[in-house]
């Protein structure tokens, strides 16, 4: 069952003055059911955003797109094959066995005379009989090159003899000094080595004006300049 609720009446009730809605703190609540400005001004902002942004759309995009006549396709019957050659059995004998064949005589080689007389053979004449065959070409044996030694340049023989080493002259001591020396194709001494020496002034004295001074006549192979060495014997004699 419902129950009746007994609801004050709507109005003013006589004999009492209207009071003015209070809070808690006892201030007025007086315009509290009245909407906001902010709010409302907020409200008309984004509605007026959303229509602008709705007539800035291209025309392209707001078109309706309407689809394409849809494609048909039928059935075309296609013919059939010829019909195939019926492939007949062709039915082969048994092989017969072969009989051999007599041998035939075949016709003979024609003979051909050979010619008689000179065959052209050395040593012999018979026909076919070869005779004896000569030895092989030997070359004769190249010559011997010709070869000369080296020889002094006379041109440069009277500055031949080395310097006397002062050492050797103050004591009175005579030596004699052997030595090698390699001579280029120009006839210039290139290297010298020493063989032996009665004292290390002799030779000392005789490597510095080798190179320096000593000129030769370079040997020769068939009439042509070569590199050669020579042994000589230099000695060192006082004169009064």
Same mark, same amino acid.
């Given at each position: 069952?419902?129950?009746?609720?007994?609801?004050?009446?709507?109005?003013?009730?006589?004999?009492?003055?209207?009071?003015?809605?209070?809070?808690?703190?006892?201030? #007025?609540?007086?315009?509290?059911?009245?909407?906001?400005?902010?709010?409302?001004?907020? %409200?008309?902002?984004?509605?007026?955003?959303?229509?602008?942004?709705?007539?800035?759309?291209?025309?392209?995009?707001?078109?309706?797109?309407?689809?394409?006549?849809?494609?048909?396709?039928?059935?075309?019957?296609?013919?059939? +094959?010829?019909?195939?050659?019926?492939?007949?059995?062709?039915?082969?004998?048994?092989?017969?066995?072969?009989?051999?064949?007599?041998?035939?005589?075949?016709?003979?080689?024609?003979?051909?005379?050979?010619?008689?007389?000179?065959?052209?053979?050395?040593? #012999?004449?018979?026909?076919?009989?070869?005779?004896?065959?000569?030895?092989?070409?030997?070359?004769?044996?190249?010559?011997? +090159?010709?070869?000369?030694?080296? #020889?002094?340049?006379?041109?440069?023989?009277?500055?031949?003899?080395?310097?006397?080493?002062?050492?050797?002259?103050?004591?009175?001591?005579?030596?004699?000094?052997?030595?090698?020396?390699?001579?280029?194709?120009?006839?210039? &001494?290139?290297?010298?080595?020493? &063989? #032996?020496?009665?004292?290390?002034?002799?030779?000392?004295? %005789?490597?510095?004006?080798?190179?320096?001074?000593?000129?030769?006549?370079?040997?020769?192979?068939?009439?042509?300049?070569?590199?050669?060495?020579?042994?000589?014997?230099?000695?060192?004699?006082?004169?009064?």
């Amino acid at each position: 069952m419902m129950r009746l609720m007994n609801m004050p009446a709507m109005g003013h009730a006589p004999g009492k003055a209207e009071t003015p809605a209070t809070g808690e703190n006892g201030q #007025s609540r007086y315009g509290a059911g009245r909407k906001s400005p902010l709010g409302m001004g907020g %409200t008309v902002a984004v509605h007026a955003l959303v229509i602008g942004a709705f007539l800035l759309i291209p025309k392209e995009i707001i078109d309706v797109i309407t689809p394409s006549t849809p494609i048909t396709t039928r059935n075309i019957p296609v013919e059939p +094959p010829p019909p195939l050659d019926p492939v007949e059995d062709v039915k082969t004998d048994a092989k017969l066995p072969s009989q051999p064949q007599p041998d035939r005589p075949t016709a003979p080689d024609p003979f051909v005379p050979l010619p008689t007389g000179d065959t052209g053979l050395i040593g #012999s004449d018979h026909i076919g009989d070869i005779g004896p065959v000569p030895p092989p070409y030997i070359p004769p044996p190249l010559p011997n +090159p010709v070869l000369t030694e080296a #020889s002094i340049d006379p041109r440069a023989k009277g500055a031949f003899q080395p310097d006397y080493p002062g050492t050797m002259i103050r004591q009175g001591v005579e030596g004699a000094v052997t030595v090698r020396v390699t001579i280029s194709p120009d006839g210039r &001494v290139t290297a010298i080595e020493k &063989v #032996s020496a009665s004292d290390e002034s002799f030779w000392l004295a %005789t490597e510095r004006h080798a190179l320096r001074k000593w000129r030769f006549r370079p040997a020769t192979r068939d009439g042509v300049a070569i590199t050669s060495t020579k042994t000589l014997t230099v000695r060192f004699t006082l004169t009064n």
